[in-house]
């Protein structure tokens, strides 16, 4: 069984920066897709970015694109969410998420495993 556990979260003003991370236990990561996702108020939970087993392969949501970067360290068991130039509109709950495949996988019904979740709040 995987266990995530988020950090990085906090409240900073529109334009500045942040940078999440994603520790795994319990299993190792370099055989596992991630995911990150956020949920607003009120919205529904929705993926945010992607990242392949191996790192060569990235989904970004339109949204984020040119401003969020997904990466992870398989030896570290950590996966990160570069969070740049950051709007009000990020402000949300970000969730990490496993699963055992291969490929990216941009869809939540396609996880199997999550973490508690982090809060982002930008103030404008």
């Known amino acids: 069984q995987v266990q995530l556990v988020e950090s990085g979260g906090g409240l900073v003003q529109a334009g500045d920066s942040l940078r999440l991370s994603c520790v795994a236990s319990g299993h190792t990561l370099s055989s596992y897709s991630m995911g990150w996702f956020r949920q607003a108020p009120g919205k529904e939970r929705e993926c945010v970015a992607a990242?392949?087993?191996?790192?060569?392969?990235?989904y970004y949501a339109d949204s984020v694109k040119g401003r969020f970067t997904i990466s992870r360290d398989n030896a570290k068991n950590t996966v990160y969410l570069q969070m740049n130039s950051l709007k009000s509109e990020d402000t949300a709950v970000y969730y990490c998420?496993?699963?055992?495949?291969?490929?990216?996988?941009?869809?939540?019904?396609?996880?199997?495993?999550w973490g508690q979740g982090t809060q982002v709040t930008v103030s404008s």
């Open positions: 998420a496993a699963r055992a495949a291969l490929r990216v996988l941009p869809s939540e019904t396609l996880y199997d495993h």
């Open positions: 990242i392949s087993w191996s790192g060569s392969s990235t």
